[in-house]
């Protein structure tokens, strides 16, 4: 066995809340009257709460304290949240959920290695949570990707050393992250082409060849 252990990033790898995140952003951009688009939102991927709204405020001529920023950045996660109650289980892509039963299949511990705060429920509205032995988020972790600090967690909680995990992820910060702590690294949607990953994979299932 090549890898005993697969770290999955959730957003863009397991499931897709894009479109949730940028609708929760544009919903506070739009209270401060500051520019926000999808080239602004882009740059937010794989970036936490705080700094995701500190990249926002770059086009924001007001001074803002550091309680005003922890209002607005609740503020925009309650409303995603409430977006994502709509999530189930018709969300998670056939070829997704065929993957990870594959992996399990073969005895591959899976961990999610995922910078949002609102992974475990996430993976319980879509069905998912069952499938993980460990779960590493933004909840358990201080420094978002590119520092490799939730793919060390997870790789501290399913109890495998770093060289035996292989982490799946959809954004470059990501994939330097992994790299950077001697995890090879299967790169799929964004970052697919991204020359540092170990692998690129068009989809999901593509991952199983290099098992």
Known sequence: MKYKAV???????????????YEAWRTIADELGIIFNEDINNRLRGVGRMQSFDIILENYDKAMSEDEKLFYTDKKNSIYVDLLHA?????????????????????????????????????????LFSFFEAISDGTNIT??????????????????????????????????????????CAAIGDAADYAPATYSLGKLSDLLKYL
């Open 7 to 21: 770290i999955l990033d959730l957003d863009g790898v397991i499931c897709h809340t894009d479109q949730y995140h």
């Open 87 to 127: 999530m189930t289980p018709l969300d998670v892509d056939p070829d997704v959920m065929s993957t990870l039963s594959a992996i399990r299949a073969r005895g591959i511990k899976m961990a999610i290695g995922s910078s949002s705060q609102n992974a475990k429920m996430i993976l319980h509205k879509i069905g």
């Open 143 to 184: 420094r978002t990707k590119p520092d490799p600090e939730v793919f060390l967690l997870a790789s501290e909680y399913l109890d495998i050393d770093p060289p035996w995990c292989i982490v799946v992820e959809d954004a470059k910060a990501g994939v330097d992250a992994a790299k950077s702590v001697n995890m090879d």
